[in-house]
């Protein structure tokens, strides 16, 4: 009896231990039905988003009209609404609506109000009314309306005026591993509701089509109308909005990218909330660090970025930061390039504090390392941050032709800097990349303000070439003229 009795433990014991080694959501098993019930599942939820082109057929007297967003003058508008008018007895209804439609792209039901998500390149720059979305099942929703748009993730929401939508519940992406099964629902080529599979092939990718990148790569085939559409899992999770394509042809090449559900989920609950994605914003304008902009700094690393200038009122302002600074790290997080600081901060609330390792030339002609604390405004919007001062007018006194730098300058309306009049296009200055009509504010940290100026700062410089700050069409940026002048 204590033989069997032991024998019954024992193999209790290792029965529990296999229970305890097994997953609490064992991996579910597919079958010839699997992929069926998903497409059941996801695809009512899933929408087909079309842009008006603004053409209009308009049959009483026999007319088209063409839409004057297309920037046409008379004569050419007449001559091609002519034409079309000649082509209408042949057109079918169908061939009048590749007409109607200048673009499509597909979206996601998340709320049964009518909140969809989708791709900000799909709707960007269209008015709600121009947005027609239709369901699976037939329904139709015009003139929708735009709620908001993130534009360095390249997620937008529109709602459709309807109660009682389908919708896809939000799956978790950091649970998501490589290797696993995925379908992707969308409207590719304008074939509506369109169910593809594959698996997951790599996570947190970067393809630089948007600021704010950290993408899913998956081989589930995605084409051209399939932005904005569903990735989802085997349990008809959304883990992901289908956002590009990696390709040569633009078609599918076994390669798309989506962008994680978490990232989406985080931005559209905000643009719902508020109508806008609330961001940090450190508030300096940089620019990559090449070899040449390295050399002249004496800065040896193989990361950072230089600051070209500094917002006035920001946070990186408040906080001490110059031009010149190369900000190499944040949080001690090595920044490559420009996304990698977008990235960096972009995804920070505002108010929360960045420590930068920045490297600064003090008058002492070499670098040294600082940290600096900043405390993060929010980010302003974007048409705010893109807004460009009027060019300034070419001011009719020059002086003679520099003959090392091929350039002709004159000082500057403003009296800051001096602009470039005329150019050689074999000199130095339009090799390195200088264009008619920039600003040279400063060489070598110099400021310049006249010819004088501009070559004494040249001459003055004693290591091999030349560091130019300029100003192209309200933009700044360093360029770099390599040898002696």
Request: net charge neutral; charged share 25%.
């Amino acid at each position: 009896m204590k033989v069997v009795t032991r024998k019954l433990m024992c193999a209790w014991t290792a029965l529990a231990v296999i229970m305890l080694a097994m997953p609490a959501h064992p991996d579910q098993q597919v079958t010839r039905t699997t992929f069926r019930d998903v497409a059941k599942n996801v695809s009512p939820a899933v929408v087909n988003i079309k842009v008006k082109s603004g053409i209009i057929f308009n049959r009483e007297p026999g007319k088209m009209v063409m839409p004057p967003m297309l920037g046409l003058d008379d004569e050419m508008r007449q001559y091609l609404e002519d034409l079309m008018e000649r082509q209408l007895p042949n057109l079918t209804p169908n061939d009048e609506d590749a007409f109607k439609y200048a673009r499509t792209g597909s979206g996601v039901v998340i709320r049964p109000d009518g909140h969809i998500v989708t791709s900000n390149h799909v709707i960007a720059g269209i008015k709600g009314e121009d947005v027609e979305v239709s369901m699976s099942d037939g329904r139709v929703f015009d003139k929708v309306k735009i709620i908001g748009a993130d534009e360095l993730t390249d997620l937008a929401v529109i709602k459709a005026e309807a109660n009682d939508l389908p919708t896809l519940k939000w799956g978790d992406s950091e649970k998501l591993e490589v290797g696993e099964i995925v379908m992707a629902v969308g409207n590719p080529l304008d074939f509506n509701n369109s169910v593809s599979e594959g698996i997951v092939s790599a996570k947190h990718r970067i393809i630089k089509k948007a600021p704010i990148e950290d993408l899913i790569q998956t081989t589930a085939m995605i084409n051209p109308g399939n932005s904005g559409g569903a990735l989802v899992n085997l349990d008809s999770e959304l883990i992901g909005i289908n956002m590009a394509i990696a390709t040569n042809t633009n078609m599918w090449s076994g390669i798309g990218f989506a962008i994680p559900s978490k990232t989406a989920r985080e931005v559209t609950d905000q643009i719902i909330s508020s109508g806008k994605v609330s961001r940090g914003f450190l508030g300096v304008i940089f620019q990559p660090l090449t070899n040449n902009i390295s050399r002249q700094l004496g800065y040896n690393q193989n990361f950072g970025v230089i600051v070209k200038d500094v917002r006035p009122n920001t946070a990186a302002d408040k906080a001490g930061i110059q031009r010149y600074d190369i900000i190499a790290k944040i949080n001690d997080k090595e920044i490559k390039d420009p996304n990698d600081m977008h990235r960096t901060i972009g995804v920070r609330a505002p108010g929360d504090t960045v420590n930068l390792e920045v490297f600064r030339d003090e008058g002492d002609n070499k670098l040294n390392k600082k940290m600096i604390s900043v405390k993060l405004d929010e980010r302003p919007a974007q048409k705010d941050l893109e807004k460009i001062p009027n060019e300034p007018k070419i001011p009719g006194a020059k002086v003679e032709k520099d003959k090392l730098l091929g350039i002709k300058v004159s000082p500057a309306p403003d009296g800051k800097g001096v602009m470039v009049d005329e150019i050689e296009k074999s000199g130095k200055a339009a090799l390195a990349g200088i264009q008619k009509g920039d600003v040279i504010m400063q060489v070598n940290k110099q400021d310049v303000n006249n010819e004088q100026d501009l070559q004494k700062a040249l001459k003055s410089h004693q290591s091999e070439g030349h560091l130019f700050y300029i100003v192209r069409k309200g933009q700044s940026e360093f360029v770099t003229i390599m040898g002696e002048l």
